[in-house]
Every structure is written in structure tokens, then in C-alpha cells.
């Protein structure tokens, strides 16, 4: 018999599998190319062949000992070195390998950095709408999410009065997503900057420290002029958890890191509990051919090109229906304004037509739906006739 605490997190499983699952079903009906599935965000771009060139070369050069053989739990020096300068020659930052510990992805990122952060009773704030993981991540330390309400008025740019509000003595971490997942917006420098001062203010009135935990696995996917900014150089108390889920189309290869800058409070310390966590966690370490290959590949990044024209046309195809959407600025996420209050049972209405979309809800941001463009650019094309035959119940 499974844990009481584990139960309602296993029946309350992501909304987002499940569509996943519906659309399969669906597809084995139809076919697959009659099913237009937005649900997941598994990239569709392929990993550069610089990569599974590097991996070759690993395999059949470096002694097996090293490929195969545990390793400090931080992860392979020269990785973490390659990171840091890659990272320096980008923000003009002084990072070596101390400031940077491998792990399993941005999900691991995040869960070894709060294994690292959290006591029981801890409180972790959060801006709606979220990626819904992160409450189980919070809840795997015996800490709560604390939510920060949707903001439509400013783009679902984070409200910072908000958040001054629900900061607590028992707030240790606020976790900022950008670009965000699920809305594709990118909160620029000016809102960061906001941010960063309520923050310092927080601190000093509570005589606490507040980190930041700045999820980036998108930071690399950014349209036109849109810039992410180094949170790092707006606020010292900040950890960045990042993942080549997303940049280099590798989730299944469970690879990224989290840097924790010297400015960082007590982070020594702090990075080596995130090694030591890693090792408690069961990771033990990141894959060791993943960070050997990159290492000779930090400057590599995946076709942006690509998600930025499916954005655009799934945002000016559905602007033009009558639909109510966020212009993506990055990531791979259209956020789209339901039109009627029940997101589920439009997206019941959009699955009917074979158009598979997630409902905000499952994000936290109720009225809402996403659809994950990471998809040929032919779903895009071929799912227009279902969302305008949807579209014209609602607007004509
Ligand atoms: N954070 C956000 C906002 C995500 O969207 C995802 C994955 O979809 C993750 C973290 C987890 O990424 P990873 O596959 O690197 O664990």
C-alpha cells in the first residue's frame, strides 16, 4: 500500500499526461496525422547532429572507466568549467566550476536545490499560472506553494504587489519561470529589476533570506528582440536551475545543472548540499556521456527559427478566428484566452475536433488553455479547420 501523503499526488497526476494519452487513442482511431496534439511540450526539433557527433566520439575514444564510472556527485569538472565560461563569455559573470553542479535535468535542478532550501512548514511562492510540478517538488520537502494570482491585465508578467503580500517570515524561495511555461511570455529586465527591489526590501524588513530560484529550461528559446535576464545580476540571492531538455531537444537524456553564484548567500555550502542531495535523491550524478558531450558543446543551440513560425502562425491563425492570445515571445507555449469560463469543457469541444490543448486550470490559470507548438509546422496548418469550426460557435 502506497504512502497517504503520495495517494492524492498519484490520482491527481497530471492533466497533461492524460491528454497525452487521450491523443494516442485518438491517433490509433484516426491516424496519426488527423490528430492535432498541443498537449506536451516534447520537443520536436531534433538535437543537433554536433551532439551525436561529440556522444560517438566519447564512446569511442575516452577510457571506460571514466565514461562509465561514478564520479563526484558536482559532475565532471571540465563540464562544470565549460559551463561557467560559456556562461561568463555571455553575461560578462566570473563563474568557474564551483559555481555549477550537474544533475538530471531542470526537474532534478529544482528538487536537490529545495532538498537544499527547505524545512518542513517552509513556504515557497509561485506565480500563477505554473508549471504544476513544481508542487509536488515543494511538497516532496514537506513544504506548501504559495500562489501569486494570474496577472491578465499585464500580459501574465508576475505581480510583484502580489507577491510583497504573500511573502511570510516562513518564505525561503520564490521560483520565477522565464520564459514561461505555460504563457510563452518573457518578463523583461524593467520587470526583473521590480522584482529583485521588493525582494531586498522583504529581506532587510524580515531579517530573512529569500532566494530566488530561477527556472530557465527555455532561456535559449527567445523570439525577435525579446532578452531573458541573468537574475543573477539583479538579485544575489539566486539559484538558476537549467535543463537541455528544452534547448538541445534531449528530455529523455536527463541533463542540466544549477549554478549558484558566489554572491549567492553561504553558497558554498549551499552547492555542496546540492551535490550531497544529488546523492541522497538517488541521482548520485548527471549521465556522464551527456555532460562529457557537453562539454565540447556549450555553444550549440536548436532551431529557434523553427518555434518561432509555428508560434507565429498559430497566434495569427487564432487571432484572426476571434481568439483572445498572448503573443509568445519564447518558449514553446500559445496561451489562449477560453471563451467560456470552463477551459476543460472547451477543451473537450476543441478534442472533439481532434485538437488536443491542455486547460489552464491544470496550470493554475482557470479561463485559459495551452497548446504546446513544439509540433510539425503541418499540425499547425492541418488543426486551423477544428479551431475555426470551435471558433465560429463562439465568435461568428
Ligand atoms: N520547468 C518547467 C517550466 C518546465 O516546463 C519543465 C518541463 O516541461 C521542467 C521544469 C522540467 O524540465 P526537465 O525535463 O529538464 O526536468
Redesign the pocket.
Known amino acids: 500500500m502506497i504512502s497517504n501523503s503520495m495517494r492524492p499526488r498519484v490520482n491527481g497526476s497530471s492533466a497533461i499526461r492524460r491528454m497525452f494519452e487521450e491523443g494516442k487513442k485518438l491517433a490509433a482511431v484516426y491516424g496519426p496525422e488527423n490528430v492535432y496534439d498541443f498537449s506536451l ?1 516534447n520537443p520536436n526539433v531534433p538535437a543537433p547532429d554536433e551532439l551525436k557527433d561529440a556522444m560517438i566520439h566519447i564512446l569511442e575514444t575516452e577510457d571506460p572507466l571514466k565514461l562509465h564510472g561514478y564520479m563526484s556527485n558536482a559532475g565532471f569538472e571540465e563540464t562544470r568549467q565549460a559551463i561557467a565560461e560559456d556562461l561568463n563569455s555571455r553575461y560578462g559573470t566570473s563563474y568557474s566550476a564551483a559555481n555549477v553542479v550537474m544533475t ?7 528538487n536537490i536545490t529545495m532538498k537544499s532550501l527547505l524545512d518542513p512548514g517552509d513556504e515557497v511562492v509561485v506565480f500563477a499560472p ?2 504544476l ?2 508542487n509536488n517538488y515543494i511538497a516532496n520537502f514537506g513544504a506548501v506553494p504559495v500562489m501569486v494570482s494570474p496577472d491578465p491585465e499585464s500580459g501574465f508578467m508576475p505581480n510583484i504587489a502580489e507577491m510583497v503580500s504573500r511573502i511570510t517570515p516562513k518564505t525561503r524561495a520564490v521560483i520565477v ?1 522565464n520564459p ?3 504563457t510563452g511570455a518573457v518578463y523583461p529586465a524593467e520587470v526583473i529589476t521590480r522584482l529583485a527591489d521588493a525582494l531586498r526590501s522583504k529581506q532587510e524588513e524580515l531579517g530573512t533570506v529569500i532566494y530566488i530560484i530561477s ?1 530557465e ?2 532561456r535559449e528559446l527567445v523570439y525577435g528582440e525579446a532578452k531573458v535576464p541573468h537574475i543573477p545580476d539583479f538579485y544575489d540571492n539566486t539559484v538558476v ?1 537549467y ?4 534547448s538541445l531537444s534531449l ?1 529523455g537524456e ?3 545543472y544549477v549554478l549558484v553564484p558566489s554572491r549567492s548567500d553561504g553558497w558554498e555550502e549551499f552547492a555542496l548540499s546540492l551535490a550531497t542531495a544529488n546523492r541522497f535523491l538517488g541521482i548520485v550524478n548527471a549521465p556522464s556521456l551527456q555532460q562529457l558531450a557537453i562539454a565540447r558543446c556549450t555553444e550549440l543551440r536548436s532551431n529557434v527559427g523553427f518555434y518561432e513560425k509555428n508560434g507565429r502562425d498559430l497566434y495569427e491563425g487564432l487571432t484572426a478566428m476571434g481568439f483572445s492570445c498572448i503573443k509568445p515571445d519564447g ?1 514553446f507555449y500559445l496561451w489562449v484566452k477560453s471563451p467560456i469560463d470552463d477551459d476543460a469543457a472547451f477543451c473537450d469541444e476543441l478534442k472533439d475536433e481532434r485538437v488536443l490543448a491542455t486547460p489552464g486550470s491544470a496550470f493554475m490559470g482557470p479561463g485559459y488553455f495551452r497548446l504546446s507548438y513544439c509540433v510539425s509546422h503541418e499540425t499547425v496548418v492541418n488543426s486551423m479547420p477544428g479551431f475555426r469550426k470551435v471558433a465560429e460557435r463562439y465568435f461568428g
Open positions: 511540450g538530471a535535468g531542470a526537474g532534478a535542478a529544482m505554473y508549471f510540478e513544481y519561470n514561461n511555461n505555460p527556472d529550461p527555455y536551475c535543463s537541455y531538455s528544452k528530455p536527463r541533463i542540466g518558449a
